[in-house]
């Protein structure tokens, strides 16, 4: 995937996953996540987030989030640029590989991910904290 596409991509599934970002110029922040606007976000704020986000993708309430439904909360015109990057993201958290993500692979993966994000390892992700995750997203 080129280096632009993959930007996009990340461009579109931020703002999906965090509704809030989609409307304001400076893009995803910790705010998304940080239900006591303490500043900073505890794994339980984070997985409560991913919960919500989770819960709205699952548009036919099986229990199962697959990579069309995530793509059915898109504009259309959208749609099929950001299909790989789409497939790419449930990859990245479907543990039994079965191409579609349960709330239990979310929230196993969403324990990983704190680890990674939180450097500091004080069990709350800071401000700086989740612009360094988002830049390293971007430049990969
Ligand atoms: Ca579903
Ligand atoms: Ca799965
Ligand atoms: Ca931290």
Do not use: H
Request: glycine residues 6%; aromatic residues 8%.
């Amino acid at each position: 995937m080129s280096l632009k596409k993959t930007i996009l991509c990340t461009l579109f599934l931020t703002a999906l996953f965090s509704p809030a970002a989609s409307a304001r110029p400076g893009g995803p922040s910790i705010k998304d996540w940080d239900m006591n606007r303490d500043g900073k976000a505890s794994l339980l704020e984070m997985q409560t987030a991913l919960r919500n986000q989770f819960k709205k993708a699952d548009s036919n309430t099986d229990r199962f989030v697959t990579a069309e439904e995530i793509l059915g909360l898109m504009p259309f015109f959208v749609r099929d640029r950001a299909r790989d990057g789409v497939k790419e993201y449930i990859r990245g958290q479907d543990s039994n590989g079965d191409g579609k993500l349960t709330l239990d692979e979310v929230m196993a993966w969403s324990k990983k991910r704190f680890a990674e994000i939180d450097r500091n390892k004080d069990s709350y992700i800071s401000k700086d904290e989740f612009q360094q995750a988002q830049q390293q997203r971007r430049g990969k």
